[in-house]
């Protein structure tokens, strides 16, 4: 699947917005025509996100619009202004939120945001906006066109600031052919890549052994993509023990946990690190000694084919032979 890539860093205007995502083949029907005239032109918070509830969006872009709304609400409400969202603030929100949703990107990923020296149309906000919610800034002497809202569905629909991958772009969407704005790139991962996985990694050097064990179970059980121990010496010479665990995104904040529970560590690093992978499957083969799932990994020049270790160290305990003769007589076939 195909994930955006957000290009903020000339300004995000609410228009501009919504005519990139459309250039890249979001819904029409989508836009302006998903709330009712009923309302007034100005209301509270908790009364936007009922309006938004209560209308014919679809369930994602509800979300997405409801938590765009509160963002913006709660921000205001912590800089001490009134909590009011304007009615053109909630069609934006609505609107964008459902076109995101109609493009059915794996992930969306933003750049960053300029901030302008100058007087901005609402400078206060943004800068609490991009604080709150970890976005990498930059300044400029001129004026940053950034909508507060933009930048409300901005921080709801991403989760970081991505700017060093490689990607193979699909397709681009202009907010704004003839001057500078803001593009939305519609794109993949190189072949052969994967999304990127987080490394967290901890140094302990007060743990047992048993403790550091366990803790490796709960880990993998919790669905860590692999754990593993490294002897290293700390400060005064100790002897110690650097935990490291390769996890998925949505992962990082369980294992966070299991290793501050289990363990006596006070501290965890962690990073976001790529990988380049084979495709692969699994597939059953017929052997002498009957089937056997095999891992195939595919390479430009051809692939390559391992038994499963489970069903050679089952194999092996019932015939009573060496694994490693299995293991090749196996081999042999594939």
């Not at 609410?14 to 709330?35: R, T």
């Not at 933003?110 to 149309?121: A, F, K, N, Q, T």
Request: proline residues 3%; aromatic residues 6%.
């Amino acid at each position: 699947m195909e994930s955006l890539y957000i290009d903020c860093r000339q300004g995000i205007r609410d228009e501009e917005f919504i005519q990139a995502l459309l250039e890249l083949g979001g819904n029409a029907g989508c836009v302006g025509k998903l709330l009712d005239d009923s309302f007034e032109k100005t209301f509270d918070t908790e009364k936007a996100t009922e309006i938004v509830t209560n209308s014919h969006m679809t369930g994602k872009g509800k979300g997405l619009a409801k938590k765009s709304i509160e963002i913006l609400g709660n921000v205001r409400k912590h800089m001490g202004m009134e909590q009011k969202v304007q009615r053109d603030e909630l069609e934006t929100a609505a609107s964008v939120s459902e076109l995101i949703c109609s493009l059915k990107p794996s992930e969306v990923f933003r750049s960053g945001i300029p901030v302008g020296l100058r007087e901005d149309s609402a400078p206060g906000e943004l800068c609490e906006i991009a604080e709150r919610y970890r976005f990498q800034v930059f300044f400029t002497s001129q004026k940053a066109a950034v909508s507060p809202v933009a930048l409300a569905v901005l921080a709801a629909v991403t989760e970081e600031t991505r700017d060093s991958e490689t990607f193979l772009i699909k397709r681009i969407g202009y907010g704004n052919r003839k001057e500078r704005g803001v593009r939305i790139f519609q794109i993949r991962s190189e072949t052969g890549q994967e999304e990127p996985v987080y490394k967290l990694e901890s140094n302990i050097d007060d743990c047992s052994g048993e403790a550091l064990g366990y803790v490796m179970e709960r880990l993998l059980a919790a669905g860590a993509r692999d754990v593993n121990y490294i002897p290293v010496y700390m400060k005064k010479n100790r002897p110690a023990y650097q935990l490291n665990v390769l996890c998925d995104a949505d992962k990082v904040s369980q294992m966070e946990s299991i290793i501050f529970a289990e363990t006596t560590t006070i501290g965890i690093r962690k990073m976001k690190v790529e990988r380049t992978v084979l495709k692969r499957e699994i597939k059953k083969a017929d052997t002498p000694y009957g089937q056997v799932r095999v891992k195939v990994c595919r390479l430009a020049e051809g692939e390559k084919c391992y038994p499963e270790y489970e069903d050679v160290a089952a194999l092996s305990r019932k015939l009573n032979r060496p694994f490693i003769q299995v293991y090749q007589d196996i081999l042999k076939e594939l």
